[in-house]
């Protein structure tokens, strides 16, 4: 096995005993399921979701196309084709087919041709943004082909010439399609470093801005206290000056006054020694924990934390480059193919990433927000410590919220009723236990215990019609 669970450069001082935060799986091995590992490569093969890949071969001079469905990898469909390139669609059964200039998008299930158009100048790089449009990357513009209608391609933004002279490598944009960011690479002339070079193009105001810069991505994040996420970009730079992740809000979601916003944010990328020409060559964004996973080229993995822009863990997964990446939608995680054909998956490990965050880098503050975030165990004993010292100070509202947003309810239980039933009022305030209820209720429902209890003080007081 060339990927290794816990060897390797790990970051954060991880001892034997300690459980690692991420899970690393293999799928599949692309050679088992009779794929020549020739054609394993950025220029045959395409993976454009985690439902399908898609690799280009020659079996004695015929060109053929090889789907291979993720739900039932043993059984890849082969076909002939005359096309150079062909993506699936992420998520039906459609797939796009280009030779030169001339590009079609046909329907495997109906077995037609859904539309066709022959561009004026060849498509360098091609992939799909979303369920219904391919994007067109050509030498001087990016274009985007919806796939309903018969609309012709659009013409998106001219290409920046810093991108001139570079090998297009990935084109991302935002949930919204308000947003779009193109990537490419060339080798710096006399120390052959890799120069990543990006343009960071607003539909709204029709600007670009070119960014040194190797791997890039959007997400919505909603940051705390605010009512609708934000539009958030991430990219990895490694430049002469050294290598950083940033975080930047470019569309503030809405918020009430006196809530901060996002702003910008950065951390360091560490490269070990002995992989000093190493540079990033992937990101993906887990919405579903808000996490980066980002990919380097000598196949280094980097989890990152969005909220704080801080590294939760790094390690060599693959001894191979890994060339191309998806999300994992399933898990949360992100599904990479190297160049040896393994197909590689790497989520966070829900019971271990809050007992290692709190463990091996002593972030209680991230453990907690993660933890809360998306409801992980792992973290009781700092919430118990914190709602303790809340209730002490008599800040019975921080306390109420604290016990309601505990992950997987860890705080909402008898002793923590009795706590607030107890608890002495203040003057001109609402009475502790009345502050907790009312909390749980504008987090959702209340169980058979606190409804009673709730019911208790408000038959005492004679106030039936609020029931």
């Known amino acids: 096995r060339d990927s290794d669970r816990s060897g390797g450069s790990t970051r954060g001082g991880a001892m034997a005993q300690q459980a690692l935060p991420i899970k690393l799986k293999e799928l599949l091995n692309l050679t088992n399921v009779g794929i020549n590992p020739q054609y394993i490569s950025f220029t045959s093969l395409t993976m454009e979701s985690d439902k399908y890949i898609c690799v280009r071969e020659e079996v004695n001079g015929q060109a053929q196309i ?14 002939p084709i005359t096309a150079e390139s062909a993506i699936m669609n992420p998520v039906s059964k459609v797939i796009a087919l280009k030779a030169g200039s001339y590009l079609q998008i046909f329907n495997m299930e109906m077995k ?10 060849p498509v360098v790089f091609w992939k799909w943004i979303s369920t219904a449009t391919v994007a067109l990357v050509t030498g001087n513009a990016v274009y985007h082909w919806s796939m309903e209608g018969q609309s012709e391609p659009v013409k998106v933004f001219d290409r920046h010439p810093t991108l001139n002279d570079t090998q297009i490598i990935n084109y991302k944009t935002s949930p919204d399609e308000k947003w779009m960011v193109l990537i490419g690479i060339k080798s710096e002339a006399g120390t052959n470093r890799i120069i990543g070079a990006m343009q960071l193009y607003s539909k709204e105001k029709n600007v670009s801005q070119p960014i040194e810069g190797h791997s890039a991505a959007f997400t919505h994040f909603t940051v705390e206290g605010a009512t609708a996420p ?6 990895a730079a ?48 887990s919405s579903k924990y808000s996490v980066i996973y980002m990919v380097t080229k000598f196949g280094y993995m980097h989890v990152y934390d969005i909220e704080t822009a801080t590294l939760i863990y790094m390690n060599r997964i693959s001894a191979e480059t890994i060339f191309v990446t998806a999300k994992h939608e399933e898990s949360g995680g992100i599904i990479g193919v190297n160049r040896k054909g393994q197909v590689l998956c790497v989520t966070l490990d829900e019971a271990n990433v809050v007992p290692y965050i709190c463990k091996q880098l002593n972030n209680f503050g991230m453990a907690l927000k993660l933890a809360v975030r998306n409801n992980l165990p792992g973290a009781e004993q700092l ?9 002490n100070q008599q800040d019975y509202k921080a306390a109420a919220k604290l016990a309601a947003e505990s992950p997987q309810q860890a705080l909402r239980t008898p002793e923590t009723i009795q706590r607030f039933q107890a608890a002495p009022a203040m003057p001109g305030q609402p009475s502790p236990i009345l502050t907790y209820f009312g909390m749980l209720l504008e987090k959702g429902k209340l169980n058979a215990r606190e ?3 709730l019911a208790k003080p408000v038959i005492q007081q004679g106030k039936h019609q609020l029931l």
Request: hydrophobic letters at 35%; charged letters at 20%; a neutral charge.
């Open 383 to 391: 919430f118990g410590q914190q709602f303790n010292n809340l209730m």
């Open 238 to 285: 490694k430049t002469a000056a050294g290598a950083k992740l940033h975080c930047i809000e470019v569309s503030p979601g809405a918020k009430p006054e006196g809530v901060a916003g996002y702003g910008k944010k950065a951390t360091d990328i560490y490269f070990p020694p002995e992989a000093a020409q190493d540079f990033p060559v992937a990101m993906q964004v």
């Open 451 to 453: 409804s009673i209890e």
């Open 66 to 79: 090889v789907i291979i469905e993720m739900s039932n990898p043993t059984e890849p469909n082969r076909r």
């Open 112 to 121: 037609s041709k859904m539309k066709s158009h022959q561009l004026t100048e």
């Open 230 to 235: 934000s539009t958030l970009f991430t990219f």
